[in-house]
């Protein structure tokens, strides 16, 4: 087997787990999984990346800060911007993998109730033992947020590789200031998502479903 082959299969092993066991990772493995992300390319390599990783009852008490906005129906305050809309192909792509998450659950497209309740499953971390949240220089913008994007793909497919669950939420990026008041990080900063990881309830429904990926053909214009 070649590398590339071997990066293939864990870039398709990885997946967004939305339900984790309660052991927590070892410390020393989550410190592999960072060595690892490091090596992420970033411009003029300012390396913009920084991550805030709770264990224990520092994940616990997060998720219920964050679960007592949700409650308060406090109005999302991220740092970027969200989407302004998504259209044609990259709507059909959204629709589809909510689509597969509601039929894993149990859920019926109508059933706007439970479909609710899932979304909020986004801030208890779906019971991840762990999370981490990801935060770049403020100054940099964009670009730091870019490049913090590569750390995070970096991330996700290490732990991969470790035998560890994760799954990338910009749901929580949603309540910035909570997190930033909660877990100290500078106003100079932007928060841009966080990571839940663990290790994963392979039995549970919503681990079960994959969600495709265009064709290169799909993805390349060819010039020349």
């Known amino acids: 087997m070649t590398q590339i082959d071997t990066l293939t299969d864990i870039l398709k092993s990885r997946y967004s ?6 052991e927590p990772v070892p410390d020393e493995v989550i410190s592999r999984i960072v060595a690892a992300a490091r090596h992420a390319p970033s411009w003029c390599n300012a390396q913009p990346w920084q991550v805030a990783i709770t ?8 998720r219920k ?4 906005q949700v409650d308060m129906g406090s109005a999302p305050e991220p740092d970027l911007a969200w989407p302004t809309s998504y259209t044609g192909v990259y709507s059909d792509r959204r629709r589809a993998c909510g689509y597969q998450l509601y039929q894993a659950a149990g859920i019926a497209k109508s059933d706007v109730v439970q479909r609710q309740a899932q979304m909020r499953r986004n801030y208890a971390l779906f019971d991840a033992p762990h999370v981490a949240i990801v935060s770049s220089p403020a100054e940099l ?3 730091g947020a870019m490049d913090s994007g590569g750390f995070v793909t970096a991330f996700t497919l290490a732990a991969t590789a470790l035998g560890v669950a994760t799954i990338a939420q910009a749901a929580i990026a949603a309540y910035a200031p909570t997190v930033r008041e909660h877990l100290g990080i500078a106003e100079t900063r932007l928060i841009l998502c966080a990571i ?7 039995d549970a429904a919503v681990n079960q479903f994959r969600t495709d ?4 053909s799909d993805i390349i214009d060819w010039h020349g």
């Open 17 to 22: 787990c939305r339900a984790f066991r309660p």
């Open 55 to 62: 264990r224990g009852d520092a994940t616990d008490r997060f």
């Open 65 to 68: 800060a964050l679960a007592a």
């Open 141 to 143: 913008g964009a670009y």
């Open 196 to 202: 839940s990881f663990g290790y994963p309830d392979a």
């Open 213 to 216: 990926r265009a064709a290169p």
